[in-house]
């Protein structure tokens, strides 16, 4: 390039800037904006650090606005409603249990409500077993929101809230432990009652997470609610009202930040519900801010009626008395803690024909369930969950369907993200909580 030409490249006149072959840049734009016009299309996920759990949004962005944005699932597919038509009765709470994987307990126990109510032995569930599916679901919702409280704050850069999250959550597994052997998918809810009662060690843990929790609550407000950092990322983003709830079919806390105290443990009582005293807890913000604020105030509404349940825990049995019902729950277990007891084989080999025939159809086949359809919904952590379960008459479900809070409420995502900026897209998306496993179910 000559010096001439480098000359005119840099020459300037009344703000005007020209090229080395002398055409005005300005014109030669002409019109286009490159920062309003161009648009980029984003794959954000499928992975946890960014999604909240297995799901891929599409988005669409004008530099760091979202233009549109959509949902895509099916990456955690699983097929565990058809897989139900395939196992008897009993056999589909180990089924159900691992779709909300962090609240399986929620998922069991519609699961077992709407098998009684086909059943017809709603009135016959003992009230002890009911005070501990209450106690058990409530230390559920518990450890769920805790889960939601450490993986939205390590999303959004409290990294430290995801350590004391997931180490209280251990104090509720430890108790589950205690309770059915296992730590998740318990299987423990089964229709008839539970699987078996509550021992000693499992109700002194309660006793101390009982008296543990209510001064760990009180470091995550500490942590997080005085933070300028997380007030900037929560308050006024995502916002969903009201009317944009009902409009999508969002419940649960999403639904209760924006003002509507709905909670069906209170419009839609079930399991003796509506014999605690407890709050539903609301906001009017219907932002994240709003909803951080209603999920802290459930746990400690919850560890109200997990008092409650405590206090009124009384000796009983924990399953309806037919005992075709009842297996295998009043199976005696071997020393292995797996196989039959000896004096049980000793029963069912020795005593008549009949009771190994007996033993032998309910193992093979479980119990035979009336004709006919049911819908059954309870309060999950999420929002209302709901078992459209329906029977031909046979030992296996003809068709089990649930309405998942998971899958209801990722419409809202567009709803939410189309106008925001694209770091707001996680702080929302995480506010929803949705569990990608009952979303695939």
Not at 86 to 112: C, H, K
Not at 159 to 167: A, K, P, Q
Not at 182 to 196: D, E, H, W
């Amino acid at each position: 390039m000559s010096t001439d030409s480098y000359a005119s490249a840099r020459e300037t006149t009344e703000g005007r800037v020209f090229t080395v072959t002398g055409g005005d840049w300005r014109e030669t734009l002409g019109g286009e904006d490159p920062i309003h016009d161009e648009r980029i299309v984003v794959n954000l996920g499928p992975q946890h650090p960014s999604t909240h759990g297995v799901l891929r949004l599409v988005l669409e962005l004008e530099g760091e606005t979202v233009v549109d944005a959509r949902a895509v699932i099916g990456y955690l597919h699983t097929g565990i409603e058809k897989n139900l038509e395939f196992r008897n009765w009993v056999q589909g709470s180990t089924f159900v249990t691992r779709m909300d994987y962090l609240a399986p307990i929620f998922n069991e126990t519609a699961y077992a409500l709407a098998v009684e109510k086909l059943l017809g032995i709603e009135d016959q569930i003992t009230p002890r077993a009911n005070t501990i599916r209450v106690l058990m679901m409530e230390l559920n919702r518990i450890s769920s929101h805790l889960v939601w409280l450490a993986t939205t704050g390590m999303e959004l850069g409290a990294i430290s809230m995801m350590l004391y999250g997931f180490r209280e959550r251990e104090y509720i597994l430890d108790i589950f432990e205690l309770a059915s052997g296992l730590r998740m998918n318990m299987a423990y809810v089964r229709p008839g009652g539970v699987a078996q009662d509550l021992p000693a060690e499992a109700i002194k843990k309660i006793h101390e997470f009982l008296a543990y929790l209510p001064k760990k609550l009180k470091e995550y407000e500490d942590l997080l609610t005085g933070q300028i950092i997380w007030q900037e990322r929560t308050k006024g983003v995502a916002v969903l009202d009201v009317p944009g709830c009902l409009s999508l079919g969002v419940t649960g806390p999403v639904l209760r930040s924006a003002g509507l105290p709905w909670d069906l443990r209170k419009t839609m009582p079930y399991c003796g519900y509506e014999t605690y005293e407890f709050d539903v807890p609301t906001a009017t913000t219907a932002d994240v801010w709003g909803r951080y604020q209603v999920r802290l105030a459930e746990i400690r509404e919850s560890l109200k009626i997990v008092q409650q349940a405590m206090d009124r825990l009384e000796p009983g049995p924990v399953m309806v008395q037919d005992r075709k019902i009842a297996w295998p729950a009043q199976l005696a277990i071997g020393m292995d803690g797996m196989g039959n007891s000896l004096e049980h084989v000793a029963k069912i080999m020795g005593q008549s024909m009949e009771s190994l025939i007996h033993h032998f159809k309910l193992v093979t086949e479980g119990f035979r369930v009336p004709p006919g359809q049911v819908y059954v919904q309870i309060e999950s952590p999420r929002g209302e969950l709901g078992v459209h379960a329906v029977s031909d008459g046979g030992t296996r479900p003809y068709r089990v369907h649930y309405r998942e809070p998971s899958f209801v409420n990722l419409q809202a995502i567009p709803a939410m993200a189309e106008g925001a900026l694209l770091a707001d897209v996680i702080a929302g998306g995480a506010s929803l909580d949705p569990v990608m496993g009952g979303c695939d179910r």
